[in-house]
């Protein structure tokens, strides 16, 4: 049944292979399910009530996108989004948590209309093969910068931006054995070698006594945990005559809509990247499917009370553990709807934990850099402002909107805009329109 769903043979894949992807994402991505709660009671819904939320939208969410999609890609409420979300919409537009899910609720609709009409579907298609590689390659210098400074690595520095941690910090240390465990496995080339980083870290980090230390939980006291608040389950509800009476309602409608579009792009070229997805014509397989998952997952969100559930970009992770169909989503779904319960076994997956996995997946997708033709301005100029951009503003769509900025400009100038399909420089329109607005 297996093998007729999901394709196993055809993708070149095991079972055995996409269930420990799919464990490896999960743990990869574990953490949204404390830092979107906390984030989102800022505004005044129940903690208990997003979590809940949160571990059921990404559950069905990535549920869908495995059995309809095919694609080894899990979805939760976005970082980036959620604060968009409590920081803008509701802090600074003065929105309240109903109208600000129900703008979310909105946008997911919108999202789905354009997925089902193949909107979506031309405007990834079109964005160039040179660009692709770039979002890719982009996306894993940033993923690899969100696992440094989330463990602590690299921190902030108000003479120098960014600096160097402590390194005699137990935890940092626990960080860097993590890391450097992990590119020998790697290089050893054993299967799965980002997943049993994950498990070797985890298990030093309790053999030596360091949970319960500064900066890190206590070991679980407990195994299971059951408490189900379902207060933001419809709130949805009572904020639509706010948002539509709103005098921003298209601002806040149109930055929900272009930070996830362009998050959920970024991420799914990237997996189709490393999965062996694009045709010859650099057009994305089951592309439909998957924004309508990514679509129908907001909704989902939406409804239960969270903030825009979009791919993540985690979800590389599983794929550098060798995950390339819908199992492996389908498996990290089932522990989403399993952590509604096991809660308390989650806090030992850290962010000194997870910091192994996210810097492994961003050495690997790093070389999608060598298909750039840096010898051509056009593309080398465009490239580079993607990577470097995603990077710097914190956001895969800053760096997308950016790169895209750069090659019509480029092309522009080196006589190719001919070559610029009209789809694109529609979107370089979009691009400077959203800066304008923010």
């Known amino acids: 049944m297996l093998e007729k769903i999901f394709k196993l043979k055809e993708k070149g894949t095991t079972v055995r292979t996409e269930v420990i992807a799919g464990i490896t994402t999960f743990l990869a991505m574990a953490y949204i399910l404390a830092v979107n709660p906390n984030m989102l009671q800022e505004t005044g819904l129940s903690y208990d009530s997003v979590f809940l939320a949160t571990a059921l939208s990404s559950g069905i969410a990535t549920l869908i996108m495995g059995l309809v999609a095919n694609y080894p890609v899990a979805l939760a409420p976005g970082m980036g989004v959620n ?78 931006f960014v600096s160097l941690g402590k390194l005699t910090d137990p935890v940092i240390l626990l960080a860097l054995f993590g890391i450097l465990i992990t590119i020998v496995l790697m290089a050893k080339k054993i299967p799965a070698a980002v997943f049993y980083g994950l498990v070797i870290t985890a298990i030093v980090g309790i053999v030596f006594g360091l949970f319960g230390i500064e900066g890190m939980p206590e070991v679980p006291s407990a195994i299971v945990s059951v408490d189900l608040d379902t207060s933001g389950f419809g709130i949805f509800m009572n904020g639509f005559e706010e948002l539509f009476s709103h005098p921003d309602c298209i601002v806040a409608l149109f930055s929900l809509l272009f930070v996830d579009f ?16 694009v045709d010859k014509n650099g057009e994305l397989a089951n592309i439909e499917q998957a924004l309508v998952a990514d679509s129908t997952g907001t909704v989902i969100g939406g409804v239960l009370g969270t903030s825009t559930v979009t791919s993540f970009v985690e979800s590389t992770a599983g794929v550098e553990a060798g995950g390339r169909t819908g199992l492996t989503a389908c498996t990290t779904a089932i522990l989403f709807f399993l952590a509604i319960f096991f809660a308390p076994v989650l806090s030992v997956v850290t ?30 100029a465009s490239g580079f402002i993607t990577v470097i951009m995603m990077i710097l503003t914190y956001s895969i769509s800053d760096g997308i909107a950016f790169g895209f900025i750069v090659y019509g400009l480029t092309s522009v100038v080196a006589g190719r805009a001919k070559q610029v399909k009209p789809i694109v420089w529609v979107l370089i329109l979009i691009f400077v329109a959203y800066f304008a607005l923010i």
Request: proline fraction near 2%; hydrophobic fraction near 55%; charged fraction near 10%.
């Open 83 to 160: 604060a968009l979300f409590t920081y803008t919409l509701v802090f600074s537009m003065g929105y309240s948590p109903a109208a600000a899910l129900a703008a979310v609720v909105v946008s997911g609709i919108i999202f789905l209309v354009i997925s089902v009409t193949g909107i979506r579907k031309a405007i990834i298609n079109a964005i160039p093969q040179q660009l692709k590689l770039a979002i890719g390659a982009g996306i894993g210098f940033f993923i690899a910068f969100i696992g440094l400074k989330n463990a602590g690595i690299i921190v902030g520095s108000e003479s120098t």
């Open 262 to 277: 362009f998050d959920t792009a970024g991420t799914l070229i990237s997996v189709a990247n490393k999965t062996n997805l």
């Open 351 to 380: 962010s000194a934990v997870t910091a192994p996995a996210l810097v492994a997946v961003g050495i690997s997708m790093a070389s999608q850099l060598g298909g750039i033709e840096w010898d051509d301005i056009v593309f080398a």
